[in-house]
């Protein structure tokens, strides 16, 4: 743990932030123009590294992967600013790209593993969970660490943020199915306790959230 505490404020330009679970080191960087959040997840056991969403400035992320080495790159979902740095990342390290397959087909760099709703993917000795969460594009994955599960960890690209869900861009059916999904998956198995990672601006947590759920369907975004 960094010295104040995690907190998960970054800021583009600015320092990583730092947290230390007893299995994993989360590692939290903004990178520009559009605030993206990144996130390396290295394994404590085996030093094995995995990174979620290459968004941009690949130095930075090169920097944040170190000599450690990347086994995997997993993007969220197939917007443009979740991918920007990816083909440098793949090219400097050699990373098994993983993606979901509905998503998969846009996104510039091949997907060499398909993520599918429910299976699971390693990073050395941690078990890391997809959730596949329709609505904001057809192939968004959201990723479980539950190795606590009083205190589980989800990493929800652009599903899930403080005050409501991703973009669904005005259309109905998609937003019914991404709060469906989130319902579904999400508020209903998960606890209070479980500790949000955006894709974009600050953490939350499930129960900081759940009371507004209502909120959200009635104003419908």
Known sequence: MSMRGYTGDVAVGGPPDVRELPDLTVTKVA???FDNNCYLLRCTATGEQLLIDAANEPDTLLRLIG?????????THRHGDHVQALSDIVAATGATTVAHPDDAPA???PTDAPLRDGEEIRVGE???RAIHLVGHTPGSIALLHDADPAAPHLFTGDCLFPGGPGNTFDDPKAFASLMGGLDEKVFGPLPDT???????????TIGRERP?????RARGW
């Not at 479980?194 to 939350?204: A, S």
């Open 31 to 33: 990178v520009g123009p």
């Open 67 to 75: 000599d450690g080495g990347l086994a995997t790159v997993v993007t």
């Open 107 to 109: 996104i510039p760099v």
């Open 126 to 128: 941690v078990t890391l």
């Open 194 to 204: 479980t500790w949000i990672y955006p894709g974009h601006g600050k953490d939350t």
């Open 212 to 216: 507004h759920l209502a909120e959200w």
